[in-house]
């Protein structure tokens, strides 16, 4: 059995709800501010849950979109460690989505 502890929880998110520049930079994660994880459909953001606020900070020097952050702040709030964007991923009414 696992430590609970240790169980981590992640959100699926469609692309849609964040603009092209965002999702292009979740594929460098050289310059990107946080951890992110790239792959053929999507990518995997690690959601900063301690000091939220000053991490998004970089987020927002980064330039990433109001509409990215505030998934990112929405996870936080909800103690979710990841968010999966994915093409195929889960459509939000809450959160706007876009075409590109």
């Known amino acids: 059995m696992f430590n609970k502890t240790a169980i981590r929880k992640y959100i699926d998110v469609s692309t849609g709800h964040i603009l092209q520049k ?5 594929q460098d994660p050289k310059t990107f501010p946080g951890v992110a994880y790239d ?5 995997w953001v690690h959601v ?3 000091d939220t606020e000053d991490q998004l900070s970089h987020y927002v020097d980064f330039g990433s979109s109001p509409e990215f952050i505030n ?9 979710i ?3 999966r964007f994915d093409s195929d991923g889960e459509v939000h009414e809450n ?6």
């Not at 959160?95 to 590109?100: I, K, L």
């Open 71 to 79: 998934i990112l702040r929405e996870a936080a709030k909800q103690g």
């Open 95 to 100: 959160f706007p989505t876009f075409e590109w």
């Open 81 to 83: 460690g990841w968010v």
């Open 22 to 26: 965002d999702a292009e930079s979740l």
């Open 48 to 50: 900063p849950i301690d």
């Open 39 to 43: 792959y053929e459909y999507g990518a």
